[in-house]
């Protein structure tokens, strides 16, 4: 089992940058996929980013060449680093951890952080 607890939140202005964590409990923590998903009012959660056990990396359109997802086993943490943020990045961002294989689906993660708020002023 696993326990994931987000920080790193905050407000910015638009081409700011932040880094979001994610601690992990558990023992099992470098075995599983890790994702970051993101939820903003009204809308449907959405994909941002996600990194296999290996390490491979998987991006959303929206963030793309600006957001930068990375893990470091030994200190049970992912990361999220967000670059150029802009108004529309504005939301409620989740990690995740799944030992599932469509990682882009937030209903392939067992386990969630109970979110932190990045909100970007224009």
């Known amino acids: 089992q696993v326990q994931l607890t987000e920080s790193g939140g905050g407000l910015v202005q638009a081409g700011e940058s932040l880094r979001l964590s994610c601690a992990a409990t558990g023992r099992t923590f470098a075995s599983y996929h890790l994702g970051w998903f993101r939820q903003a009012p009204g809308k449907d959660r959405e994909f941002v980013a996600a990194?296999?056990?290996?390490?491979?990396?998987y991006y959303g359109d929206s963030v793309k060449d600006r957001f930068t997802i990375s893990r470091v086993n030994l200190k049970n943490t992912l990361y999220l680093q967000m670059n150029t943020l802009k108004p529309e990045d504005t939301a409620v961002y989740y990690c995740?951890?799944?030992?599932?294989?469509?990682?882009?689906?937030?209903?392939?993660?067992?386990?969630w952080g109970q979110g932190t708020q990045v909100t970007v002023s224009s």
């Open positions: 995740a951890a799944t030992r599932g294989e469509q990682l882009r689906s937030p209903g392939q993660y067992n386990y």
């Open positions: 990194i296999t056990w290996r390490g491979n990396t």
